[in-house]
């Protein structure tokens, strides 16, 4: 069912709400899906820093916080390659520079099996992620009940989230060989 338009004060129907315009000449939807996850983006990572720093770790970025949750998930070592497919990281100088980070704050360790090198929580990083799970339940989960959207609709959105991530990287490739 199509959704009209927000009204402006003056009761004008006003389009759709874009940063880029002049990207919208067939498809303004795309545009404003764009915009959207551009302003999403930035707020979740900004989200992710402060929930850290809360937790006790100011000196960490958006991508160590990702690495440190990358690798505590199901307990199991993962190897730098493993993080990187599951992240869709590209550079995985970035990653190497996240797990040393994380590694002097004793949050990881590596372990070396043969010439590949294995990485997993320690006790602390354990711990630090478990307090960080507690501050989103309190500062984000608690506050997104409140808008009334269904479990379902966020599983379809994140969903609907990763086949456009691989139409954006396939776009990528393409315009690579340009």
């Not at 507690?134 to 989230?161: K, N, Q």
Request: glycine letters at 6%; hydrophobic letters at 35%; charged letters at 25%.
């Amino acid at each position: 069912m199509p959704v009209s338009a927000p009204s402006s004060p003056k009761g004008r129907t006003s389009g759709p709400i874009v940063s880029s315009e002049h990207l919208s000449h067939r498809a303004q939807e795309q545009s404003e899906f764009e915009f959207g996850l551009i302003i999403a983006s930035h707020a979740f990572t900004r989200w992710m820093v402060r929930c850290m720093t809360a937790a006790g770790y100011p000196e960490l970025g958006p991508l160590d916080v990702l690495v440190l949750h990358s690798v505590n998930h199901r307990k199991r070592a993962k190897r730098l390659s493993d993080i990187c497919l599951v992240l869709n990281v590209e550079d995985s100088h970035t990653v190497t520079y996240a797990l040393k980070k994380l590694t002097k704050l004793e949050l990881v360790r590596g372990e070396k099996h043969g010439k590949e090198t294995f990485f997993r929580t320690t006790d602390v990083g354990r711990s630090t992620c478990q307090r960080y799970a507690e501050i989103r339940e309190d500062c984000l989960i608690e506050s997104l009940s409140s808008l009334g959207i269904e479990p379902e609709e966020t599983s379809r959105l994140a969903g609907m989230l990763r086949a456009m991530s691989g139409l954006y990287d396939q776009a990528a490739r393409a315009a690579a060989s340009l």
